[in-house]
């Protein structure tokens, strides 16, 4: 196991009805606030209004900034700063998904800083400052609600890129899996994938003695497995779609990395495909991660052994170790495939025109990826395998 430290400043507030705790822990952040939120699913689902009548409870003044897309633009970004700066905005509160959290830390990181917000996603700077913000979250997938990144796309120059500081961890977050009720089912799809992707990337490490770890990532990923295929029966299923949008927020909130190296290959390569095809990230994530696994399960075949038999249940017994690790991927496709997610590239109208261009942006800083170090040729082998 590696030395690590570990910091995770948000208050998670979980449960039935916590939306009514709303205003009491906005209210020491100040009285101007941005909403931002997406498309429109929290006005039809009535929580817009239970939120304007919290803010309005503790006397805040509401500025708005709606239409955050998925994928979140940074033209949308600029907007909020904009609005921020214009407004004197004291605190921002994200209502949404991922993609309306991720641009609501952009904006709180962009506000005070005098350059271009993107700089922060490029690497030119390092972010200093932030406004504080909070969250109401709705889809149980990406962790934003308890971590410190955000993924903005540059819808221009089709770049999509990430950002990550403990300045723009939410002050609070609150979780209500009633919230997530109305989420479609594809949406749904999406999230389990994520979840469970996010794991894979902390999981499939070459660190040795990090049981604990280890184990923490295979009982996420069976509670995810097994609530994921109660909530697609059932949207509405209470201790589904809690179980399932508690372990979004633990696949990501930085529990299962302590101590690992992990390898974050994959996400890098569905950003890429995501920048140019503006597909949802789940089903991106969906179709990379079977083939990321077959090309690299060599590297450490104990590993995913040990993911076959411990999250998969596959017998052991009369079949070599490649046989298990390969039946453990395999289950993993299945998996996919049997709760909707798509399996390759071209099922969702995506040839082989710009993999390489997909390549080489996937490795513009270097090789990526820990379990096995991916240069331009390797990530264009796993983009042709998902064709
Ligand atoms: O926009 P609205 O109308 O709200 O509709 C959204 C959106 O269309 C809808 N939705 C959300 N909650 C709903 C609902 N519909 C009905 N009922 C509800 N309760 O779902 C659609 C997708 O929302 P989005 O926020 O885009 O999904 P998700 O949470 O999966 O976020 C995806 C974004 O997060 C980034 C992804 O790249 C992508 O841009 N990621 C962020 C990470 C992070 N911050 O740590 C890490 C991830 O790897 C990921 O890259």
Redesign the pocket.
Known sequence: MNSFQLYNPTRLLFGKGTVSQLGEHVKPYGKRILLV?????????G?YDEVIAQLNGIGAEVFELP??????RLATVHKGIERCRREKVDFILA????????AA?AIAAGVPYEGDVWDFCVRKAVIQEALPLGTV????????EM???????DWEKKL?R?M?SKLIYPKFSILDPQ??????RD?TV??IV?MM??VFEQYFSLTTDTPLQERFAESILQTVIENGELALKDGTNYAARANLMLCGTYA?NGTLPIGVETDWAT?AI??EV?AIYDI???AG?AIIFPNWMKYVYKERVDRFVQYAVRVWNVDPRGKSDDEVALAGIEATRAYFTRIGAPATLGQLGIGGEMLDRMAEEAVRFGPIGNFKKLEKDDVRTILEMCL
């Not at 939120?37 to 039809?44: A, E, F, N």
């Not at 239409?67 to 979140?72: I, S």
Request: charged share 10%; no cysteine; aromatic share 4%.
């Open positions: 939120y997406g498309g429109g699913s929290i006005k039809r689902s929580l239409g955050v897309e998925p994928n979140p209502v949404g998904g991922g993609s309306v959290i991720d830390k979250l709705t889809l149980a997938a990406t962790g934003s971590n410190g990144n955000a993924v903005i796309s999509k990430g990550g919230l997530t009720f109305t989420v479609p949406q999406n999230g994520d992707s996010y990501l996400h569905e950003h995501s949802a990230h789940g994530l």
